[in-house]
Nanobody
Framework: QGQLVESGGGLVQAGGSLRLSCAAS????????MGWFRQAPRKEREFVAA????????LYADSVKGRFTISRDNAKNTVYLLMNSLKPEDTAVYYC?????????????????WGQGTQVTVSS
């Protein structure tokens, strides 16, 4: 079936950086688009970034454009989210998701496999 496991979350001061990882196991995700989403307390889950596994097309939410970078390592079956210039409003649980179609999309309903999430907390 395939499993997604996020790591790399933690507590960081505003202006700092973190790199999240999403390791896929159990199957290859070579024809999957991969996305990062986040959910803050009492808020809806929102799109952060997405990448097409095969051709590296990327898509970003306006709120993170220029600060976050999504990338992937096909050999390691892993997707990364490098987060720079973090702000307190970036505080959320971050989820990795997979979509069995190569094209990227910001709609969480288009993703059918999700990780358990990793907490990111940015202090002011």
């Amino acid at each position: 079936q395939g499993q997604l496991v996020e790591s790399g979350g933690g507590l960081v001061q505003a202006g700092g950086s973190l790199r999240l990882s999403c390791a896929a196991s159990g199957r290859t995700f070579s024809r999957y688009a991969m996305g990062w989403f986040r959910q803050a307390p009492r808020k809806e889950r929102e799109f952060v970034a997405a990448i097409s596994w095969s051709d590296a097309n990327t898509l970003y939410a306006d709120s993170v454009k220029g600060r976050f970078t999504i990338s992937r390592d096909n050999a390691k079956n892993t997707v990364y989210l490098l987060m720079n210039s973090l702000k307190p409003e970036d505080t959320a649980v971050y989820y990795c998701a997979a979509r069995p179609i190569m094209a990227v999309t910001p709609n969480p309903n288009d993703y059918d496999r999700w990780g358990q999430g990793t907490q990111v907390t940015v202090s002011s």
